[in-house]
């Protein structure tokens, strides 16, 4: 396989998509960060760990090098990017969700989750960053 259609020209790819997925590669060193910071913290339930452990792995995906995958396992590395998006922003939302069961537990009002709004919107964000640096023809 040519090794042009691996790696997209990046004159090709629009700037707006190349600064996204900059921003998904700072995404997920912070992911990075924060689930390392967790673990170090030695967390004391299960979902702790949990979500810990899946921030790690979905930093680490985040981070992979996609326009390097051959085109025979593109549908299968998207389609598991697709994947992982979705079920971090289900973990999100159960943090969230548990976040405010406790602080009911205490008499607590909690505010607007923004950190875990800003952490969504630019891990779903990444899908179709991901497909359109891939692919920047489906822009037009």
Same mark, same amino acid.
Not at 53 to 58: D, L, P, R
Not at 90 to 95: V, Y
């Given at each position: 396989? $040519?090794?042009? #259609?691996? /790696? $997209? /020209? ?29 673990? *170090? !913290? ?5 979902? =702790?760990?949990?979500?810990? +452990?899946? %921030? *790690? ?10 326009? !390097?995958?051959? =085109? ?15 079920? %971090?922003? %289900?973990?999100? *939302? ?7 069961? +406790?602080?009911? =537990? ?8 923004? %950190? =875990? ?8 964000? #990444? +899908?179709?960053?991901?497909?359109? #640096?891939? !692919? ?5």
């Amino acid at each position: 396989m $040519p090794s042009d #259609q691996l /790696n $997209p /020209n990046p004159t090709t790819v629009p700037q707006g998509v190349r600064i996204a997925r900059g921003a998904g590669h700072l995404l997920g060193l912070a992911l990075l960060g924060i689930g390392i910071a967790q673990l *170090i !913290k030695n967390p004391s339930g299960f979902f =702790e760990h949990l979500h810990a +452990v899946y %921030f *790690i792995a979905y930093g680490l995906i985040l981070n992979a090098p996609f326009t !390097k995958v051959p =085109e025979k396992y593109w549908k299968w590395v998207y389609g598991g990017l697709v994947l992982t998006s979705a079920a %971090f922003v %289900f973990l999100m *939302i159960a943090s969230v969700m548990f976040a405010y069961m +406790v602080a009911a =537990e205490q008499g607590e009002r909690l505010g607007v989750p923004g %950190f =875990e709004g800003m952490l969504i919107f630019f891990a779903l964000m #990444q +899908v179709p960053v991901v497909l359109f #640096q891939r !692919k920047p023809d489906l822009l037009d």
